[in-house]
């Protein structure tokens, strides 16, 4: 970086510049304007830079008129960057793991080729900003009371949107949350084809009514106390073309079929199923038994009744002539943290 701070002129068709920093050292952001053909910058800090990043950055963004492509990914600080929608205009994709973001809206327009945005903390994501992102595709979002770079405020779950119906080409959302009561306004598109929520504490019972009827949904991952309650019943119906499910990490205590007597086949599509760390899963839905093509499970030794649950499905399943039918089961080595995992043959 030292090199482009002072022979700017040497990169000046520059199109692509990833570089992490690891040494206290400031980085020549003054310059990067320079970098008139620059479409993608990525920039790594390994520590807490001794300047601020919410004036440098909207001036590169700035004078980098032809940029497409921003990632800033702070791993010890979180810093408030301000940018004006008339800024991004170009913008395909945003990623600011940890970072939060204030879009201006007051020029108006619309960022018709922003695909990206992630990792944004605290994003005020209001009807006008939906309405500006038309061709979103992929969106996270982290919502925390916790604020590292400022004076104690809070979030309360009113002030935060999260109705996302109107984002018509969003096929991938991530949400975390560790404000209590934030899924009320929870509503997502139908075209959303991959689900993953952390730590929101959503109940088991709204699951269901806000993606069990979701008809692109395939893959759907539930961290960290995802979802709230000790029992999940899911209908027959739901999930119609869920092929992935992820639990990492759960109070849950009952999972059971729960659409009218006689039992049913619930996610008729399911293809890869992962339990992790639900150590106080008791009851496990029997519509497994009833599986006829390949489907993998991986589970862990947290809780040895769902190990033995999924040795006797395999055994089933070998028994029904099954023989695309896997197991796979992470253990911690007894000698350190170090994960491994064997197959059930």
């Not at 689900?195 to 979701?214: D, Q, T």
């Not at 006797?312 to 491994?340: M, P, T, W």
Request: charged share 25%; with cysteine.
């Amino acid at each position: 970086m030292r090199i482009l701070a002072y022979h700017t002129s040497w990169f000046r068709l520059l199109r692509v510049l990833d570089v992490t920093f690891e040494i206290l050292d400031s980085v020549p952001f003054h310059h990067l304007g320079q970098l008139l053909l620059l479409r993608y910058l990525s920039i790594t800090f390994t520590y807490t830079p001794p300047f601020t990043l919410h004036d440098q950055i909207p001036q590169v963004v700035q004078e980098c008129r032809n940029l497409q492509v921003l990632r800033i990914d702070l791993k010890c600080r979180c810093v408030c960057i301000p940018l004006e929608f008339s800024q991004l205009s170009k913008f395909r994709h945003i990623i600011l793991p940890g970072l939060e973001l204030r879009i201006g809206t007051s020029g108006g327009g619309f960022l018709k080729n922003l695909q990206t945005l992630c990792g944004v903390v605290n994003f005020s994501f209001t009807e006008e900003v939906i309405q500006m992102v038309p061709n979103l595709k992929m969106l996270e979002l982290l919502y925390t009371n916790i604020r590292r770079h400022a004076q104690n405020y809070e979030f309360s779950p009113e002030d935060i949107s999260l109705d996302f119906v109107n984002l018509s080409k969003l096929e991938i959302l991530r949400f975390s949350s560790h404000i209590l009561g934030v899924w009320r306004n929870f509503r997502l598109p139908l075209s959303l084809k991959k689900l993953s929520l952390l730590s929101c504490r959503l109940p088991w019972k709204k699951l269901g009514v806000i993606a069990g009827s979701l008809p692109k949904l395939e893959a759907m991952e539930l961290k960290c106390n995802a979802c709230d309650g000790k029992v999940w019943k899911v209908k027959q119906g739901d999930f119609p073309n869920l092929r992935m499910l992820k639990i990492d990490g759960t109070d849950l205590v009952s999972w059971k079929y729960g659409g009218g007597e006689g039992g049913g086949y619930i996610f008729p599509r399911l293809e890869h199923l992962v339990l992790l760390r639900c150590e106080c899963l008791r009851e496990l839905p029997r519509c497994f038994k009833q599986i006829e093509t390949g489907m993998l499970i991986e589970v862990d030794k947290s809780n040895e009744l769902v190990l033995e649950w999924t040795k006797d499905l395999k055994v089933e399943q070998e028994c029904y002539g099954n023989e695309d039918f896997q197991i796979l089961v992470h253990a911690d080595e007894l000698s350190g943290k170090r994960v491994y995992k064997e197959y059930i043959r």
